[in-house]
Nanobody, 120 residues
Framework: QVQLVESGGGLAQAGGSLKLSCAAS????????MRWYRQAPGKQRELVAT???????VHADSVKGRFTISRDSAKNAVYLQMNSLKPEDTGVYLC??????????????WGQGTQVTVSS
């Protein structure tokens, strides 16, 4: 019913920048919370940033001052601007949204992930 598609990953050098995008499609009444997670090899999935429906924003301490989450509600999209990248930012980045398909029913939707690799 709901699909999330991420884009924008790739290879960057340390100190460089990348911008990730994630767009939702399907049966959408509204979207509440939007999040970016990342999964590095051998590590637990980490919550990177959250943006609420009224644009309340929280970033993980590990990315504060370097990453910025934003959203375009008209496009059902969330973005992650990543600056001053470090090798430890390497991983698969996944977007996650609470998508309401009716006023009272929501789906916890996930994208397929996009690889970010930062070289030193």
């Amino acid at each position: 019913q709901v699909q999330l598609v991420e884009s924008g990953g790739g290879l960057a050098q340390a100190g460089g920048s990348l911008k990730l995008s994630c767009a939702a499609s399907g049966i959408i009444f509204s979207i509440n919370r939007m999040r970016w997670y990342r999964q590095a090899p051998g590590k637990q999935r980490e919550l990177v940033a959250t943006i609420g429906s009224i644009e309340t924003i929280v970033h993980a301490d590990s990315v504060k001052g370097r990453f910025t989450i934003s959203r375009d509600s008209a496009k059902n999209a969330v973005y992650l601007q990543m600056n001053s990248l470090k090798p430890e930012d390497t991983g698969v980045y996944l977007c996650n949204m609470n998508v309401y398909t009716t006023p009272s029913r929501f789906v916890d939707a996930w994208g397929q992930g996009t690889q970010v690799t930062v070289s030193s």
